[in-house]
């Protein structure tokens, strides 16, 4: 599998519902963060874990990182319509000299229905 | 405060043909990278500038690429000569200079998409 993988490619809720994506990485990392991308647009930062961290909360956000499988969770509570967009995961490995390196998933579409 | 700029935001290009694409950073970020995306892979990392030096080039395809940084404020990416592969999404992002104040996160422009015929 390669860096950065991410499950499920494409997710579609309901309004209300709550929408969880999965990502996993290969090496050691310094740490983790979650994009957004509304079509054709740039992307957003939403959250950034550390590898010495294991949950955080941002609004409506939560993130998980489970440092021992290599693989993070991002869950977003009360889905609403404006939620719909493409979601990556993007890991800063450990050891690198450039802090703004990052490995990319290739990302979860997620559809918010009204 | 404006974000990060880039231009164009399409090009359609033939092979041989050259491109430069251009990114303008938000005011005051050092570092200053560029990614690209081409159709169904990943976003990948191609380099790393502090202010005006390249930190990290180790993202970038081959010497068709050329990206420059003159004076540490905008930087161009030159694509030449073009082949049918590099078309895809070219993005630059920047962030605060690396200390206390930086917290990690990149600021990406909206991309610049290159089509190449």
């Known amino acids: 599998s390669q860096q950065g993988e991410e499950d499920p490619q494409a997710l579609s809720i309901q309004e209300g519902e709550n929408a969880t994506m999965n990502c996993s990485y290969k090496?050691?990392?310094?740490?983790l963060q979650w994009y957004r991308q509304n079509s054709g647009r740039g992307l957003v930062h939403l959250i950034l874990?550390?590898?010495?961290?294991r949950e955080k909360h941002s609004g409506r956000l939560r993130v998980t990182l489970d440092t021992s499988k290599k693989s993070s969770s991002l869950l977003i509570t009360a889905s609403r319509a404006a939620d719909t967009a493409s979601y990556f995961c993007?890991?800063?490995?450990?050891?690198?000299?450039?802090?703004?390196?990052?490995?990319f998933g290739q990302g979860t579409i997620l559809t918010v229905h009204p | 405060e404006a974000g990060v700029t880039q231009f164009p935001s399409h090009s359609v290009i033939e092979k041989g043909q050259t491109v430069t694409l251009r990114c303008d950073p938000i005011?005051?970020?050092?570092?200053l990278y560029w990614y690209r995306r081409v159709m169904g892979k990943e976003i990948k990392f191609l380099l790393h500038?502090?202010?005006?030096?390249?930190?990290?080039e180790s993202g970038m395809p081959n010497n068709r690429f050329l990206a420059e940084r003159t004076g540490g404020t905008y930087s161009t990416l030159k694509v030449q000569p073009a082949e049918l592969e590099d078309s895809g999404v070219y993005f630059c992002?920047?962030?605060?200079?690396?200390?206390?104040?930086?917290?990690?996160?990149?600021?990406f422009g909206e991309g610049s998409r290159l089509t190449v015929l």
């Open positions: 992002a920047s962030s605060q200079g690396w200390g206390q104040s930086n917290t990690g996160e990149l600021f």
């Open positions: 090496t050691s990392i310094n740490n």
């Open positions: 874990i550390r590898s010495n961290e």
């Open positions: 993007a890991s800063q490995n450990a050891g690198g000299t450039s802090y703004g390196k990052l490995t």
């Open positions: 005011s005051g970020h050092d570092n």
């Open positions: 500038f502090v202010k005006e030096s390249k930190q990290d």
